[in-house]
């Protein structure tokens, strides 16, 4: 078990494991924090094992009186779980300002669960592994502006941070960014796919993919031009690319992303219904 001291503002406790709390801790670790700041509450036995192995942690198989030695409590668990998960930690988080990555669960429930008002959102995405990543934040009115900053700070190695003002917009934040990555993936697997079913290699099909989304968004971000202008650019007139985009068009890709993203905003809302507040 890790001894922390009794109580320490700096160190974070992560209540869960997995993919999204190792991106986190990876980044924290790279920007030079102690493993021994860091103590996690993991169930799962491969996963501690993962953990001690990947960042050299000693993470808890249940919640304990170390708990309190944390100011951060960061809530890393799937929604579903949320209640099972605080039941055991409630007595030992009331101190700490809490940190919330979980999709859907608002911060009326999680205030009441862990006893504590000072309540922050954050919607990350699983580039903070690489500190890619970008985060949307919400705060609640109990949150100090240092508090505000201190999240910032946990934060600033995974990526860039996004603040909205209404809690209702991390719904949407989440749909966006935080499921975004995988529309990302989904994309980049039919464009290899598509190289592949051509004759490329699979290496060649699969660098050409990436440094095509790695070429065009940094475009994007450089240009003060919108996505549309840009892509017309491309799109000499009679040739390939217009050929390729009157195929999307007519398969009515656009408008399917469009409503694929709503539908992820709505199981977001759902998510938290399910949960209060
Ligand atoms: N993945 C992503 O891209 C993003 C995820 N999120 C949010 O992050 C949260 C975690 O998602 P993700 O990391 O993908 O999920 P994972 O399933 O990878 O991680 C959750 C971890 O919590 C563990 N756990 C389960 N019950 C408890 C408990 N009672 N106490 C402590 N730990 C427990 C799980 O163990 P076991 O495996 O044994 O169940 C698992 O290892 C979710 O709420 C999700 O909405 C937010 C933004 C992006
Ligand atoms: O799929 C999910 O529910 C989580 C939230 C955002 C990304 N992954």
Known sequence: MTTLPRMNPSNIAFIGGGNMAGALIGGLLKSGRAPASILVVEPFAAQRERLQREFGLAPLAEAGPALASAGIVVWAVKPQL???AAAPCAAHV??????????????????RASGSQRVVRAM????ALIGRGVAGLYARDAVTPDERGAVEALLAPTGRTVWVEREADLDA??????????YVFYVLEAMMKAGV???LPEAQARALALATFDGATALAEASPLPPAELRAQVTSKGGTTYAAITSMEADGVGPAVVRAIARARERARELGDEFGG
Do not use: H, K, Y
Request: glycine share 16%.
């Open 82 to 84: 949320f209640r099972d």
């Open 94 to 111: 009331g101190g700490a300002l809490q940190l919330s990555v979980m999709a859907g669960v608002r911060s009326d429930a999680i205030a």
């Open 124 to 127: 990350p995405n699983t580039p």
């Open 173 to 182: 934040v989440t749909a966006l960014s935080g499921s975004g990555p995988a």
């Open 197 to 199: 079913e051509m004759g």
